[in-house]
DNA sequence: TGGTATACCCACTAAAAAGTAAGTATGAAT
DNA sequence: ATTCATACTTACTTTTTAGTGGGTATACCA
């Protein structure tokens, strides 16, 4: 078996939150359990196949689970798994560092809007 | 001239430090200004091309500035800005955690190593 | 029998990111 | 004139990531 080497910390980090999609995901759910439905009106820019496809990914990190309640019409929700809440500070600080960000290229003139605020 | 939209936080940022190379640059800038040479030793899986290119990219966004030395060979040197300073605590966290996940996943069997920790 | 609602899955295409290999520019030293 | 060292730059190719448009399955309900 090969073994997989890092130089640095962040490499891991990023092989988990990294991509366009994943960190988004992950804020939401970092607040509360979400269902499908939920975070495609969340995140109305992706698609379907993206949101799935960066849900299953994070499943198999260990960082999200899937729970399913049998329900019919059917009804699965996705929440941090006690792992992936060790994320959960790093997450907030995107968020923050982000809203921060903003803000100043607002001042600096910028065309610039934030929807929603990760108000914690 | 269009209005730039985020839905939350995380979106600005990862414009930022997203990308394959981003933040394993800016994780090394945080602790020193650093050259060409010594940034592609440190980072040694990154072509000259991606550095140069991620370079300029993070000078544009006012994280890294360029510093020429008036000297012959040419010397020129990266460091963060004031303004990339604001980032330092976030890129700390990125790293701990990868370290940490790292230490987990062998703990687990997995083989796996970090070559460089970032001991602050 | 057909419509509703949810949560997918798949094949195909398009776009973005990254990699490779070569070349340019400067001026000093030999 | 040639070589050296550094810091790029450019053209081209490959790989990775993301988008589109469709389809499936379940079971209730009219």
Redesign the interface.
């Given at each position: 078996?090969?073994?997989?080497?890092?130089?640095?910390?962040?490499?891991?980090?990023?092989e988990?939150i990294?991509?366009?999609w994943k960190?988004?995901i992950l804020?939401?759910l970092r607040l509360k359990p979400m269902r499908t439905s939920e975070l495609e009106r969340?995140?109305?820019?992706i698609s379907q196949k993206m949101l799935v496809q960066q849900l299953r990914e994070l499943e198999a990190a260990n960082i999200v689970q899937r729970h399913v309640y049998q329900e019919v019409p059917p009804r699965v929700d996705y929440r941090l798994t006690d792992y992936g809440h060790?994320?959960s500070?790093?997450?907030h600080?995107?968020?923050?560092?982000?809203?921060?960000?903003?803000d100043l290229r607002r001042e600096q003139g910028?065309?610039?809007?934030?929807?929603?605020?990760?108000d914690l």
């Open positions: 078996m090969p073994e997989k080497t890092y130089q640095i910390g962040v490499e891991a980090t990023m988990v990294g991509g366009k960190s988004i804020c939401h969340a995140i109305p820019q060790s994320l500070g790093v997450l600080q995107l968020c923050v560092w982000g809203e921060e960000n903003i910028e065309a610039i809007t934030l929807l929603h605020r990760d």
